[in-house]
């Protein structure tokens, strides 16, 4: 069991740079096509699709069992740590900000898709 608790923290960490590759992208092609807002915010909105649902694969495909739960445990888990990074260093403003509520559904439901189609396998 501890050993699938740090490759959680490792499928985590894949994420961020899966993220961090795509937000990369994303950027060049804003940039080149001078995208605007619109762009960004659809771009944005599926990077966190695509990197929650292969999260929620790989830790579904790691865990063999309740790959629904585990899918929504990491898509929670990558939300919580964009949420805390943005309260931290960015002073996001928490009070009635309906963004935050749709991140954190964007993330989840992903995740939870993402395990739902992993393949299952044996939980040792």
Do not use: E, R
């Amino acid at each position: 069991m501890k050993n699938k608790i740090g490759n959680f923290f490792i499928i985590l960490g894949i994420m961020f740079l899966c993220s961090l590759l795509m937000l990369g992208i994303l950027t060049v092609i804003i940039w080149k096509m001078d995208g605007g807002s619109n762009v960004l915010s659809v771009g944005v909105i599926v990077i966190y699709i695509l990197s929650n649902a292969l999260g929620g694969f790989l830790v579904g495909k790691m865990m063999g069992q309740q790959k629904f739960f585990w899918g929504v445990v990491i898509g929670a888990a990558y939300f919580l740590v964009l949420f805390l990074i943005g309260v931290g260093l960015m002073q996001t403003k928490i009070n009635g900000n309906m963004q935050i509520i749709s991140g954190a559904m964007v993330c989840v439901i992903s995740g939870m898709l993402g395990g739902m189609v992993a393949p299952g396998g044996k939980n040792v």
